[in-house]
């Protein structure tokens, strides 16, 4: 099956009379949208909105071209991994934010956590330390069988 992707620069206007406008990505996958502010003002004098590109800066065009080149990539992976291509997908898979990168982090987060307070005995019983492993091994084990992965 075909999804259909859609990607747009916009600016958001702050006012009628603004001198800077954020500038904005928008992805549309099946009709659902996902938006991020991608870090730029602009005068909106120097935006071409049916270019969807700065009329001056040259450089930050470049990086419009990269993020939409980033953005089919991330589409092609989702697809070859035989996952779901939707707006909001791409955006985490884009920011860095997809599920599976904050599940790793927990785990290792917690691991790490255990290490500290291993080293510090005077503060943390032994029984302290072998509640929290054995909270993080539960942890580990529901991951697993929901088919979710350190």
């Not at 992805?27 to 935006?47: Q, V």
């Not at 599940?103 to 503060?123: S, V």
């Amino acid at each position: 099956m075909k999804e259909n992707l859609s990607i747009k620069f916009f600016l958001l206007e702050k006012g009628e009379e603004s001198t800077s406008s954020k500038l904005f990505l928008r992805i549309t996958a099946d009709r659902k949208k996902a938006e991020l502010y991608l870090g730029y003002s602009l005068n909106p004098n120097d935006w071409d909105a049916p270019k969807q590109r700065s009329k001056k800066n040259k450089g930050l065009n470049e990086e419009l071209s990269f993020i939409e080149n980033k953005i089919h990539e991330i589409r092609r992976q989702l697809i070859f991994a035989g996952k779901p291509v939707t707006a909001k997908s791409i955006k985490l898979i884009y920011t860095g934010e997809d599920e599976a990168n904050q599940q790793k982090g927990l785990l290792i987060y917690f691991y790490n956590h255990i290490e500290r307070i291993k080293k510090l005995p005077q503060e943390h019983s032994p029984t302290v330390v072998d509640k929290y492993v054995n909270t993080y091994n539960k942890l580990k084990s529901f991951l697993i069988s929901k088919k979710r992965t350190d």
